[in-house]
């Protein structure tokens, strides 16, 4: 069965470090999207792309975070400067039709 | 805009006994519904759903959920619970826009315990 992939899974970050956190969504889906789940809180919208370009974002997703599929198969999630409180679960989703696949998630620590 | 709320954060339950989680929704436009489950250290994986039609939805694993529109609710339901449904359930929404990449928004998450 397809599955939605997510690297690595886990990474332990200094504050101030760049990460970049990669997605390989399921080969025929359209839309693509960033979640995040800081521990023991609900799952939070970060970001929708479609048709290569951000089709909406959340107040989260501000200029420290940026998206891209640079190679049509990828779909990768940059943090430029990470902070203590981005210290949080990253999920991956991509979808067709009504049904939102997620991968298993990145466990990001910043220390 | 689209709210979430899940009225119970923990449900402690004895195995074989039956179960409701449940889950009430804010929209001032048409939504489709779903309920996701997270077992520890893993993904969201999709329960169920509604869209349309029958308010009575079938998913995986025995759980079935129904759309009330009145009451503005869609609460998860399974008439016997295993000790393997352990996990934490999340109830979430969606618009209908034809855009199609309508985001989810889900609730706070409710801990099924289930105990032997």
């Known amino acids: 069965e397809p599955e939605v992939t997510q690297t690595p899974s886990h990474q332990v970050t200094q504050m101030g470090q760049e990460v970049i956190l990669r997605c390989v969504p399921i080969?025929?889906?359209?839309?693509f999207y960033w979640y995040r789940q800081i521990l023991g809180q609900k799952v939070e919208f970060l970001v929708s792309?479609?048709?290569?370009?951000?089709?909406?974002k959340s107040e989260i997703f501000d200029d420290q975070f940026s998206v891209e599929r640079p190679d049509g198969s990828n779909f990768t999630l940059k943090i430029r400067s990470t902070k203590l409180e981005d210290s949080a679960m990253y999920f991956c989703?991509?979808?067709?039709?009504?049904?939102?696949?997620f991968g298993q998630g990145t466990r990001l620590t910043v220390v | 805009a689209q709210s979430v709320t899940q009225l119970d954060s923990q449900v402690p339950v004895f195995e074989e006994a039956p179960v409701e989680l449940r889950c009430n929704y804010s929209?001032?436009?048409?939504?489709?519904l779903f309920w996701y489950v997270q077992y520890p250290n893993q993904g969201l994986q999709l329960l169920l759903k509604?869209?349309?039609?029958?308010?009575l939805v079938k998913g995986i694993n025995g759980f079935e959920a129904e759309f009330n529109k009145s009451q503005t609710s869609f609460h998860l339901r399974k008439p016997s619970v295993h000790i393997s449904d352990t996990a934490e359930y999340f109830c979430?929404?969606?618009?209908?826009?034809?855009?199609?990449?309508?985001?989810?928004?889900f609730g706070a998450g409710t801990r099924l315990a289930v105990h032997p």
């Open positions: 979430a929404v969606s618009g209908t826009s034809s855009g199609g990449y309508n985001k989810l928004i």
């Open positions: 929209s001032s436009v048409s939504v489709y």
């Open positions: 080969s025929n889906h359209l839309y």
């Open positions: 509604y869209l349309s039609g029958s308010t």
């Open positions: 989703a991509s979808r067709v039709g009504t049904e939102a696949f």
């Open positions: 792309f479609y048709n290569n370009e951000i089709s909406e």
